[in-house]
């Protein structure tokens, strides 16, 4: 985008005409291509260009927000004004001269995926789904969705912020469907990262095809999942599901100012078992919800949240860190031009510990292992969870035994966090797209094996039954 910084400052200046304590416009050119191929054939093909820019005042804390895509300079002045109309008469605030943020990530693709022809991304699709369909004659159902995202924004404001980032995403999905005569199971994998095209290597999309399929025919002969309070380990390739659910959210800055997180006003004390460390990190090389900034120009940092099961802080984008008289951790984001930036999480996981997984399940003579996560819901006022489990084991006698299905997980955020009683030296990344406030967000989850001594398993056997 080729805007000129006395340009935007005259943009912002009008934005601030009539008081004011912070103003800031964000430029987009996003360019973006959804794949999909289902029922062996490809299904869906869309591609699109979208070019637009957002205006925004903050006051006392209340926000004034407009678009347009219209990129000319009277159209920015135009929206600018609309917003200014929305401040009451003050003192108008002086424009500080831009500087350049600084940012030590690099997230630059090796392969542009706009140089690889559509055939060819058609082709890997296929040979995804052929090889899913190999591993079994009861895979009934394959999809494949491909994704790619690139993003040229540009980030200035009345503080003298001035960053422009390039943004590159690419991710690809399948879901098989295993049917044997009244009994069907699904199982899901997916690759994705900030990263170009060479992160969808062909042999890593078939194993990744082959991997579902697998999945999906073993849970065919799954048994129901017994019911009751008992031991549940979370294998690290389930993900980070539960942090970022259970826990994730509730440390945004903007749930815990309204009032609406299990963790406001807890600094300070134990949310977590000794040895529980949660982070997020949006400068992880290549992950997906990694960026270089955040969409109000700030670098991306690495946040320590909880540190030895100690509450340390929040996710902070730059009002609710004026509310809270401390500097934004770079988690504003938003979905485009179109939706004002909200406090999000980026790369969030727990960290490891210094188990072995095989020690931990060796060491739990009864109890559930989830090896793969389904959706859930959460109430982030309170902490309460209920989570399905789409692949999940019984452990008998320190070893895994036989494939449940149908079990839920039912507990509370903090009092599972405190019911961590083994971590492993292992990690696994999940990846996503985390809806708030009607916005999407990218972002990457993960956590390393765990133990959690009790947690309510919901499953259509009882436990005696199923000892």
Excluded at 154 to 177: E, F, P, T
Excluded at 275 to 287: E, R, W
């Amino acid at each position: 985008m080729e805007w000129t910084q006395e340009s935007l400052r005259r943009v912002l200046a009008k934005a601030l005409e009539n008081g004011g304590d912070f103003a800031d416009v964000y430029l987009e050119n996003r360019h973006s291509l959804r794949m999909v191929r289902e029922n062996q054939q490809l299904d869906k093909v869309s591609i699109g260009t979208d070019r637009g820019a957002g205006v925004r005042v903050v006051m006392s804390g209340s926000t004034a927000y407009a678009y347009t895509n219209d990129l000319t300079e009277e159209g920015l002045l135009e929206i600018a004004g609309v917003v200014a109309k929305a401040v009451e008469k003050g003192e108008q605030k002086k424009l500080k001269p831009f500087r350049q943020a600084e940012s030590n990530v690099q997230v630059a693709p090796a392969i542009d995926p706009r140089q690889v022809k559509l055939a060819g991304k058609a082709q890997l699709l296929e040979k995804a789904d052929e090889a899913a369909r190999a591993v079994d004659k009861r895979v009934t159902q394959v999809s494949v969705v491909y994704r790619e995202t690139l993003q040229d924004v540009l980030i200035a404001n009345s503080r003298g912020y001035w960053a422009q980032d390039n943004r590159c995403r690419v991710a690809l999905a399948i879901m098989v469907i295993a049917k044997d005569g009244e009994i069907m199971q699904t199982a899901y994998e997916s690759i994705g990262g900030a990263a170009g095209f060479e992160l969808l290597a062909e042999e890593s999309v078939l194993e990744a095809a082959r991997k579902a399929a697998e999945v999906a025919v073993r849970m065919l002969s799954a048994k129901p999942a017994p019911s009751g309070k008992m031991p549940v380990v979370l294998a690290a390739e389930a993900g980070g599901t539960m942090v970022h659910e259970a826990c994730g959210h509730g440390l945004e800055a903007d749930l815990v100012q309204k009032g609406v997180s299990v963790y406001a006003g807890k600094l300070g004390e134990q949310v977590a078992a000794k040895g529980v460390t949660v982070i997020d990190d949006a400068t992880l090389p290549n992950h997906y919800g990694s960026y270089r900034y955040d969409d109000e120009g700030i670098p991306a940092q690495r946040t320590v949240l909880i540190e030895d099961g100690i509450l340390k802080g929040y996710m902070y984008d730059l009002l609710t860190a004026e509310k809270d008289g401390v500097e934004s951790t770079g988690n504003g984001r938003r979905e485009s031009y179109h939706h004002r930036p909200i406090p999000r999480m980026s790369n969030t996981f727990i960290a490891p510990g210094t188990d072995k997984a095989e020690d931990i399940i060796a060491d739990t003579p009864y109890g559930l292992y989830v090896t793969k996560m389904g959706g859930g819901q959460v109430n982030t006022a309170t902490g309460d969870f209920v989570f399905e489990v789409s692949q999940g084991f019984l452990i008998r006698d320190g070893a895994v035994a036989e494939p449940v299905r149908g079990a839920t997980l039912t507990g509370n955020g903090p009092e599972a966090l405190k019911l961590i009683d083994r971590i492993g030296n292992d990690q696994g990344f999940t990846i996503g797209t985390c809806g708030k406030n009607g916005q999407g967000a990218p972002v990457c989850d993960a956590q390393p094996t765990i133990r959690i001594k009790e947690l309510v398993v919901g499953g259509i056997a009882d436990e005696e039954d199923a000892q």
